[in-house]
């Protein structure tokens, strides 16, 4: 059967069942509600196919408006209106990609009364378009109501302040949701800490994305909150808090939670002014926590004192880090040298992403003999080595934690699960 139908409808001529291919239901919905047809969605779907049983268990739609591969005519509220017709009775969609398309408020309408019916939706991802606190407060509210969704992506859409407000009031009624993720979506101290608050006593969500809020203080009043939350919480796995204005006090705080704090095992700190001292912190919690399997430190500035405390406490005491990210940290020579000397012991460390440092010939031969030795893979790392007039020297390689945040791969799923943002060594549920 070249193209998969997924209603059924009777065929009083034939006598029997037979199927009507989701870009027919798309053509018949859009001529029901006397609207045109949006041709990149018509492409998609017509491109959906079975290929076995196990694809009628879950299917997932990509229609993202930034592919490159094909024309793309940007999904518009209308639109997904007709899309919601054509999906309500489908028993077999699990997840739904729209990011960078043109939804707005009143598009997200039409999201909230889809959610608030949908019994098989696991993702939605509204990336990227144009979702303000109205239409926040439509979505949030209709999770209210779902037991379904358990990923959830609002990403750069500008909610604001009120609207994380709407999605905190949400957590605290749903128990199914698992993964939520506000990155750049203009998040304020008020919602950060209602955000921190609700995640106190919430049993479900296991990964959150509050990564560039938008702050005024210089008092580091969310990291203080999002700490308090740390040594209490005992579900989420993964924490994102980039462009936090993060700085040695706020480091200290959540060190100090995560001590007694058994489950985190992804935390990102890029992109903040955490220096040296902020990382002797991190170095003393490395010594004896046993969770964290991912430390992202891109974007500081914790220089060579830095990768000494990081590469001691490796060295000598963690074995659970399978991950850590110091891009761009005026890291020298000898800090990075000890970062590599540090896995030839450490058995557990796989992925270390060093790009942006201050590379010199010993960074260059001590990496290259990692690589060479087969101790580094080239997929956990984003340097390779070559060679010229006998000399060693690095380039870079676009691989890193957040290789596909911002976009996937047109061509299918990524080669390496490692370059994922989210717990790609340790995803938090199966296919998501």
Known sequence: MDNFSWDLASSSQMGMTRYISLDQQYSQACA??????????????????RD????????????????RLVPVQKVTDGDFQILAAVFT??????????????????????????????????YL???????????????????HRNETLLYLRMTGNKIDNKGGMYFAAMMQVNNTIQKLDFGDCDLGTQSLIALATVLNHNESIKAINLNRPILYSQEEE??????LMLNVNSTLVELHLCKHEMKNF?????CDALYANTTLRYLDLSCNKITRDGVRFLGQLLERNNTLEILDLNFNRIENDGAFYLSEALTTHNRTLQALAVTNNSITGEGLVALSESMKINPVLSYIYIWGNKFDDATCEAFAELLKSGRLKPTGTDVEPYEVDGKIYLAELSHGLKKHYYWTPSYGDP??????????????????
């Open 32 to 49: 029901e509600l006397k609207q045109p047809e949006n041709p990149y969605i018509a492409h998609i779907l017509r491109d959906v196919k």
């Open 52 to 67: 076995d049983e196990a694809l009628a268990k879950k299917l997932m739609i990509k229609i993202a408006g930034n592919n």
């Open 89 to 122: 009775n489908n028993a077999f969609l699990t997840g739904l990609d729209l990011r960078y398309n043109l939804l707005t408020d009143a598009g997200a309408v039409y999201v909230a009364a889809f959610l608030q019916d949908n019994r098989t939706l696991l």
């Open 125 to 143: 991802n509204l990336m990227f378009n144009d979702i303000g606190t109205i239409g926040a407060e439509f979505i949030a509210k209709a999770l």
């Open 222 to 227: 969310t990291t203080v909150h999002i700490a």
């Open 250 to 254: 706020g480091v200290e705080r959540l």
């Open 415 to 432: 080669e390496s699960k490692e370059a994922n943002a989210s717990l790609a060594i340790d995803p938090v549920t199966e296919n998501l």
